[in-house]
């Protein structure tokens, strides 16, 4: 088998970068490890950036979207019992979609499939070789036997728990994280969204968000400890501390429905650099991780291959590798800025276990900065709608 690009991994980034090189004529065949319907039911992220929204809508994906997703012109921050509004609207003339992610990629993959692009789902036991050559390969198993997919570029879309970051030989890559002492707790319920807008929570039992996925559908995330395991949490348990740590002087609190998903996430921050080696790039999660506090992986997801189908699209249409050799240059601008949101919202919102009496009075500081002050609230709403796309 042959093909001008091998993805592997078939989640926001790898599909975006099939669905850009298809409608530019390049080939590629995507590799997913998972079934499609567990792709399509994943629970994962809900936030889109106006550029993302704009991405989708110019390349012939926004149909559903924009009769089902839900843009939000605000959110809200929450500290002390009192909630405060940021308009994103009114201070950056752009707002969000709150679109589940594998709404997202449902779309993805029926566009895909429509225009007899290949996605080999269940391929097992993937394996890249020749990175460092002329004529790299990917080898894997499809219902028990083995295949070679020969191309001319690989690109690692398979998220943080991938093969393909680790296929890099070691010293290659230079490795940034920092992980947190805290974890989230998320559920979706079946319950009406009692207000439109996102709350997020400061809160001295830890952070809470408030979210949504449809009319019906209520998705919530409560802090935790990372090495808690979501049995010890009953519905009952995580109600209680829903309404405790959403308390404000108001009144007002979600509504609860029963609890259809729950589970755990650790927040991590990551950044390997360079985001090549030879015939491979990578892209997404497979090279870098947000805590989720900022909305942004997915949006990041998307950039990365918004770029990378640039480079490549250059390439096979000119032959000159002088944009795709910028790739790793480009994104790494870009991402270290939601890196530093990311972290600078996590900081600001959650409860740290040796947090000082110190820190916690400036959080406070921060969040009341923030409520009073047009330049602060600014500055949090020009990062959380998104930063300009600097492509190639
Ligand atoms: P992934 O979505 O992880 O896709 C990688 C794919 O590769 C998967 O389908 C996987 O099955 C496949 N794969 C893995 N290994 C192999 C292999 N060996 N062979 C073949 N295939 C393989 N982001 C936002 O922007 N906004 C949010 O509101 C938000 N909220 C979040 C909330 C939570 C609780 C979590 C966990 C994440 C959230 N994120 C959010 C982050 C977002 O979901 C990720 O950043 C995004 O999924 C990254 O996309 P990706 O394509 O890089 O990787
Ligand atoms: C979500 O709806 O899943 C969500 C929203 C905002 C975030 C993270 C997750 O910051």
């Known amino acids: 088998m042959r093909t001008q690009v091998a ?35 994943r629970v ?16 012939g994906l926004g149909d559903r979207m924009r009769r089902e997703g839900l843009v939000h012109e605000g959110i809200e921050l929450g500290f002390e019992g ?64 083995a295949q070679e997919l020969h191309c001319d570029y690989i690109a690692g879309c398979d998220g943080f728990h991938g093969i393909c970051r680790t296929s890099i030989p070691d010293g290659a890559l230079t490795a940034f994280e920092r992980v947190y002492p ?9 319950a009406a969204p009692s207000q439109g807008e996102l709350v997020y929570m400061n809160h001295d039992r830890g952070f809470a968000l408030f979210s949504m996925r449809s009319p019906t559908v209520t998705r919530l995330y409560l802090q935790c ?14 109600w209680d501390e829903l ?38 790039f990578l892209a997404g999660d497979a090279v870098h991780i ?37 790739y790793s240059e480009i994104c790494l601008r870009r991402i270290w800025r939601v890196q530093r949101f990311s ?12 947090a000082s009496p110190f820190d916690r009075r400036r959080q406070m500081a921060e969040l009341e900065y923030l409520a009073g002050s047009e330049a602060a609230a600014r500055s949090l709403a020009e990062n959380y709608v998104g930063l300009p796309l600097e492509l190639l």
């Open 82 to 145: 009192k909630r405060h509004r940021i308009d994103l609207k009114a201070l950056t003339g752009h707002a969000v979609t709150v679109y589940a992610q594998h709404e997202l990629l449902k779309d993805l993959i029926e566009a895909r499939l429509r225009v007899g692009g290949e996605i080999i789902f269940e391929a097992t036991d993937v394996s890249i070789h020749g990175i460092d050559g002329n004529s790299p390969s990917v080898t894997f198993s499809k219902n028990g036997v």
């Open 44 to 59: 994962r992220a809900g936030v889109l950036e106006q550029g993302t929204v704009d991405l989708l809508n110019d390349t």
């Open 290 to 326: 947000v805590p989720p506090t900022g909305a942004k992986g997915m949006n990041l997801a998307i950039a990365d291959a918004r770029v990378l189908a640039q480079g490549l699209v250059d390439k096979f249409q000119t032959g000159s590798t002088g944009l795709l050799d910028r």
């Open 343 to 354: 972290w600078w919202m996590t900081s600001m919102l959650h409860r740290f276990p040796d």
């Open 243 to 280: 309404l405790l740590r959403f308390r404000c002087d108001n009144g007002w609190k979600p509504n609860m429905g029963p609890i259809t998903q729950k589970s755990i996430t650790p927040m991590r921050s990551l950044v390997t650099e360079p985001m090549q080696y030879g015939k491979l």
């Open 7 to 41: 993805i592997i991994g078939a989640g926001p980034a790898g599909l975006m970068l099939a669905h850009l090189l298809q409608r530019a004529g390049v080939e590629s065949v995507v590799l997913e490890i998972r079934s499609r319907a567990y792709v399509e039911s």
């Open 225 to 238: 400890d990372p090495a808690d395991d979501i049995t010890n949490w009953t519905d009952e348990r995580i």
């Open 182 to 190: 805290f974890a989230w707790l998320g559920i979706l319920a079946d």
